[in-house]
């Protein structure tokens, strides 16, 4: 009889496996049907209020924008099918389309334009559309598919903001006929997906919209599985249990790259890897600033950890973007930070003494990085406390001005102008800056208001340059997005890492 | 009057239970009512934002009016409303807070079977069989075998959860592609959201695919929850076991001609589930501890995941919702097994 229990033990053990080798799919794979594993979730349904780059994609799907970016990431139609922003950059006018309806069936028109970009706001709703659209004193609405913004100074980035983060387009009737906790609830938007369920913080479907006013997608049905921890990721895609995932340890990206099954890939993005720097405390010598930024090792640090895929950056805006300089390099050269070091009394064996921010796990080996620099730092006389935050701690101590002398950080810009990158980076009364100079603030005021496109890129090309040379910021590699996917699941790659399931295909 | 003093006693008893989980409960809200206060404000909130929220959390009041008030929002059921997820807290609770009783309850099954059967082999290896040699003359290989049994059930014991988790995710979801190990249903499928309870409602639309699915996404999350609790049963009822053995009526039981499986079913068994039954009251709040870092792990829609998001993004309401949820079923659950310890112990009815 023992022996018979042991026999049957080992049966069940060594059958049941094996007699469900499709188990973890339990259900027929749809040809029209995607899982995608993302790391994280929406910060609510209503697109205005949060600007979350990773919430991006998801806000795609369900809404549109006035303008969109193709995978070079020029301005292209969405919304809107033609736009023309005046000479003085104080009113940009815009035509909609005429054969648009939301997922509840009533007509875009102008007025929703006007609720989103302007009323909404002056209403006092509390979304972070109110920053970026601050300059909007008006919106003038001639027609029901043409709208006029008025701006109260010149805003030569309008357009370009019309794609970018928030900007989506909201129903004016139905967010006010059920108000913003019912619309929270039951999102209505314009785009090629609507919402079927939303479990927070686990899985969100979409079914597709066939109504969709543009090009219908082959997906019927999208599932975005909300798992945070990079090591689950890479287990859900590697057993089958996701289609395509990102933001995974390069390392395991690469090991998941030998599967014959998955295709793994190391895309460049426009987002940058930089340390955020304080102008006060143990960073208000310039000289330690700078000597700081000399002793990273760039290049170093992209082969360590990303297989030199991420290119090492000078100035904080990435080549062949408008703000980018061919001509400025700022070395990797330990001797002159020791050199800059010593002139303000230190050296390794009296080191200056600051506190250094990190996330962990928020991109691609963050906190590698930072014990990295750490290390480097070290070597010259740099003693540095590394402490870890998570990405809501880091934005609470941003906004109040209480992030340490440096902070490692990847900063988005989906839409690649240098506006969007020392702009915000840089200016002391943006809740993004830790550098509160207002001698450099000022001027990073002031190129926000020019409205000529030579001299605006001129002039925040010459900022990059100033800031990196005042240690202001310390721009240190473009970022790379890690992504797995199936082998047959195809996609369209997006210069600035959007992954939409709209593009998605078997093959 | 003599035949209602015995009801009266229980009533009482039952009155005094009740206060004294007022109590509790009352402790736990005033506790996290302080914490809350004396952590740091979020600095992040814009300036209109703070002033608002000031106004609908009353915080210009004096401390204890502010905790009245909260108290009065809870009695009506407005816990607030989440900053992150843009939502009430009350209806996030009403999705998550089945998802983790229905994991509980799972994984408890899997401790107390797994318990169960665990410690009638560890008794019979110990005690040498039900006929109960008291641990004499089982020889050498029977103490063996019962020194390698406890060696087992305290390797089992060793393993935290969420280790747990990880091995069955790389074993069974990955290496063997068996089971699946991300939430709670096939992508193919769609939740329907009656009770909250997956399972039940599944059934209750008569959808067997969800219903299998669902079910299926359960058995690692359970396993890895109930495993590690199931030793301390094994352990507990081989003890209450050898205990009962060793009592008068068990002999009386054997003089009377019961067989010995009656004798195990009808009267140690018994016995010995009393103990059983206080370990599982003192380990619900370990259970459901242990089961937030498994919700995490398998990305399961449950408090724990909940708790972790709202952690994370200092989503101070839903914190509070989900501590005060914990709290509550902590405190049922106690009250349950409570009622049960009263059913199935003799002595308090025969008083």
Known sequence: MADLSRRALLGVLVAVPHSAPSAVQGYPKARDAVTIGWPGDVAGWDPNRRFVPDAQPIYKMLYDQPLDQDPRLNLVPGLAKAWQLAPDARSLEVELRDDVTFHDGTKLTSADFRWTFHERIAAGHEVDTARSWRKVVDIETPSATRAIMRFGSPAPTAPAWLAFLGSFVVPKHYMQKVGLAAFGAHPVGTGPYRLAEHQPGTRIVLERNDAYWGPKPTMRRVTVQIINNPSARAAAIESGNVDLTVAMPVRETARLGHIATLEAELNPITRIILLQVRDDAGFADRNIRLAAHHAIDKQALSQAFYGNAAVPLSVPVIPGSPGFLDDFTFPHDPDMARELLSRSGYSPAQPARIRMATTRGQFPADYDIARAIVGMWKTVGIEAALEVLDYARYFELNRAGRLPEATLYSFDNAIGDPEAYAGYLLAPHQPYSPWKDTALGEKVRGLFDVPGEAERIAGWRALNREAVEIGACMPLLRSVQTLVRRKDLAYRRFGNGWVLPQTMDWI | ?351
């Open chain 2, 1 to 351: 009057m003599a035949r209602l003093a015995p009801c009266g006693r229980r009533l009482l008893a039952i009155a005094q239970r009740l206060l004294a989980i007022a109590q509790r409960l009352l402790t736990v809200l005033l506790l996290l009512f302080i914490v809350l206060r004396v952590l740091p404000a979020d600095p992040a909130a814009p300036a209109a934002e703070i002033g608002a929220t000031r106004q609908q959390t009353s915080l210009d009041e004096a401390l204890p009016m502010q905790f009245a008030i909260w108290l009065g929002w809870l009695v009506q059921g407005d816990l607030g409303h989440s900053s992150h997820l843009d939502r009430p807290v009350a209806g996030l609770l009403a999705e998550a807070l089945p998802a983790t009783v229905e994991l509980a309850i799972l994984a408890s099954s899997v401790a107390v079977l797994l318990g169960v059967a665990g410690g009638l082999v560890l008794f019979a290896l110990q005690w040498g069989g039900w006929q109960g040699t008291g641990g004499r003359g089982t020889g050498r290989r029977g103490e063996t075998r019962a020194a390698l049994a406890e060696t087992g059930t305290m390797l089992l014991m060793s393993i935290p959860a969420f280790l747990w988790a990880l091995l069955f995710i790389l074993v069974f979801g990955v290496l063997l592609a068996a089971m699946p190990f991300t939430g709670r249903l096939d992508p193919g499928l769609s939740h329907p959201f009656i009770t909250g309870f997956l399972l039940l409602d599944t059934l209750l639309v008569g959808d067997p695919r969800a219903f299998l699915s669902a079910a299926r996404h359960m058995v690692l999350p359970a396993v890895a929850l109930g495993i590690g609790f199931a030793p301390l049963v094994m352990r507990v009822l081989r003890a209450s076991l050898i205990e009962a053995y060793q009592a008068d009526y068990i002999l009386q039981a054997r003089l009377r001609g019961l067989s010995e499986e009656q004798v195990l079913l009808r009267h140690a068994l018994g016995h010995a589930a009393l103990p059983t039954l206080g370990l599982l009251r003192a380990q619900c709040g370990l259970l459901l501890g242990a089961a937030v870092l498994v919700e995490v792990i398998f990305a399961y829609p449950g408090m724990g995941r909940l708790l972790v998001d709202a952690m994370r993004n200092t989503d101070l309401s839903v914190i509070q919702g989900v501590v005060l949820a914990y709290c509550a079923v902590v405190l049922s659950a106690n009250v349950l097994i409570d009622g049960l310890h009263l059913l199935l112990n003799p002595r308090p009815r025969a008083r």
